[in-house]
């Protein structure tokens, strides 16, 4: 059975741990050795998936969400498959500003859940004279930003404090070279942390006091306070982990080879058709997010079936780092009250944590620890400004020793607007934009890569969005465009698990 400490620590602090190995004893192993714990309640921040939604192409004229609602109070509305999507429709979301992510499922195998990702279109135009001008960008140059203050000057779409206007689903078939970025169904990931400069506001632990109690155990909840909280008053962040409010589980982690055409990874565990995944795709030594800029279109599409995630790699032969998340659509079950569980799943000892009322067969949304899916760690984040020029900023991952990293990150910007909907300030999912003219990265264009427990961002603010010859001119003269949304910074996470 997985070493286990439900109690008081060497530094006298009530917590509980859980072991990678059995041969680490939970009692005195130091804080700092992060690869040594799948669980530990004493971490400053424990990551929060806050929310998924899955928005379908809908081709209705004008429908507002929830039904009544108008222009003026929508949490979200759809016209001809365009989305506009309120901060409020994400009920209790703490940041305005939050780190998210669209995943996008591929048309032509949709409802089929496979999901499309570093597919690169190439931008084309009729002012460019043939053809030579535009760019390659990757997926996340579509996908429109997380927007303050968003004026769309449209009286049926109204205004947004916070939220994405113009999530587009579209009908149009993605083997049309013209629509490879196009999808009937965008996934929007919604992380319980701030995507632009602000701070993480989850509490920090403090010094414990005498009296104090670190679990609380009641027939409706189950709770585990951070260090210096009374697990019995202690709420929202003040706890490391709680049964109505599930810290994220990494499921299935691995770093696999990905050769071309049709390959898998067995997970073990029966995956739901709604899980959700993050995946790094890389060749050799460096690791890209979210592509590598000297080979855009490498990467592959995937999707879950039975306990088997599968790619389909029609580019060259590779590696794929990825990270499943526990994640089901299904609802909670029901029965007993056995919180502290000990049993055999696949041959495999396993402890876990159960909300109090949960079935003999818990469901994900019922499993608030389980010792074979590690608790994401948080080792580095920050958020640093991005100034003119061809730019690197490198990060020291600390305590990185024996753990898989992964990288997750937004560009933040000031005023601007997308698609003639404008705004105060933003926040975008980072993308790769090489320009066809002369091989250049775009001024928008970013990057980051890992290296051991080093990760570099590099970034191109004031290089030109677009150079092409004008077909619109005389002559066809040279242009330069500018970046419509330049970068003002980075606000990064790098999460781990124990390798």
């Not at 602000?198 to 909840?221: C, E, F």
């Not at 029965?335 to 994900?364: A, C, E, M, Y």
């Not at 990288?407 to 910007?413: E, Q, S």
Request: glycine share 10%; aromatic share 12%; charged share 20%.
């Amino acid at each position: 059975m997985p070493r286990t400490l439900i109690g008081v620590d060497s530094t006298g602090i009530g917590c509980i741990k859980i072991m990678k190995s059995n041969s680490d004893n939970p009692v005195t192993t130091a804080d700092t050795a992060r690869s040594k714990f799948l669980y530990n309640s004493k971490f400053d921040v424990q990551p929060h998936l806050f929310a998924f939604h899955a928005f379908n192409y809908n081709a209705t004229a004008l429908a507002y969400n929830p039904s009544g609602s108008s222009a003026s109070n929508y949490d979200y509305c759809v016209s001809g498959g365009i989305y506009y999507i309120r901060k409020s429709y994400f009920d209790g979301m703490q940041y305005n500003m939050p780190l998210f992510d669209v995943k996008a499922v591929r048309n032509s195998t949709w409802p089929a859940l496979r999901y499309k990702q570093n597919t690169v279109q190439r931008k084309w135009s009729g002012k460019y004279y043939q053809d030579n001008g535009g760019y390659f960008a990757t997926m996340g140059a579509q996908i429109p930003p997380w927007a303050a203050n968003i004026d769309t000057d449209n009286s049926a779409f109204g205004t947004l404090n916070f939220g994405i206007a113009g999530l587009t689903t579209s009908d149009a078939d993605d083997n049309d070279a013209y629509n490879l970025d196009e999808s009937r169904q965008l996934t929007v990931v919604i992380w319980d942390l701030p995507g632009n400069s602000g701070a993480i506001t989850d509490a920090q632990p403090t010094t414990p006091t005498a009296g104090k109690r670190a679990v609380r155990i009641t027939s409706s909840s189950l709770k585990i306070a951070k260090p210096g909280y009374d697990a019995a008053t202690a709420t929202g962040t003040q706890l490391a982990f709680d049964s109505s409010r599930n810290g994220i589980k990494i499921i299935a982690a691995a770093d696999v080879s990905m050769p071309t055409g049709n390959s898998e990874y067995d997970t073990g565990i029966d995956l739901p058709d709604d899980v959700q995944a993050d995946v790094h795709f890389y060749q050799t030594g460096s690791i890209y997010y979210p592509s590598n800029p000297s080979d855009l279109e490498f990467g592959a599409d995937y999707y879950f079936s039975g306990t088997k995630i599968k790619f389909v790699n029609g580019k060259g032969a590779g590696r794929a780092r990825f990270m499943i998340y526990a994640r089901d659509g299904a609802a909670q079950s029901s029965g007993s009250n056995k919180v502290l569980r000990q049993t055999t799943i696949g041959g495999v000892d396993v402890v876990q944590f159960l909300r109090p009322g949960s079935g003999l067969i818990p469901k994900f949304a019922d499993i608030v620890i389980d010792s074979r899916w590690p608790a994401v760690q948080l080792l580095a984040e920050g958020h640093f400004a991005v100034g003119t020029g061809q730019l690197t900023e490198v990060i020291n991952v600390p305590n990185a020793s024996g753990m898989f990293l992964m990288v997750k990150y937004m560009t933040t910007h000031g005023a601007g607007s997308w698609k003639g909907d404008s705004f105060t300030s933003a926040v975008r999912m980072p993308f790769v934009k090489t320009l066809l003219k002369n091989g250049a990265q775009a001024g928008d264009s970013t990057y980051a890569r890992i290296i051991g427990s080093q990760v570099t961002f590099f970034t191109f603010r004031g290089n030109p969005g677009d150079i092409y010859e004008d077909a619109d001119e005389s002559g066809h003269p040279e242009v330069t465009e500018a970046v419509e949304i330049p970068v003002t910074g980075i606000r990064y996470y790098i999460f781990g698990i124990p390798a």
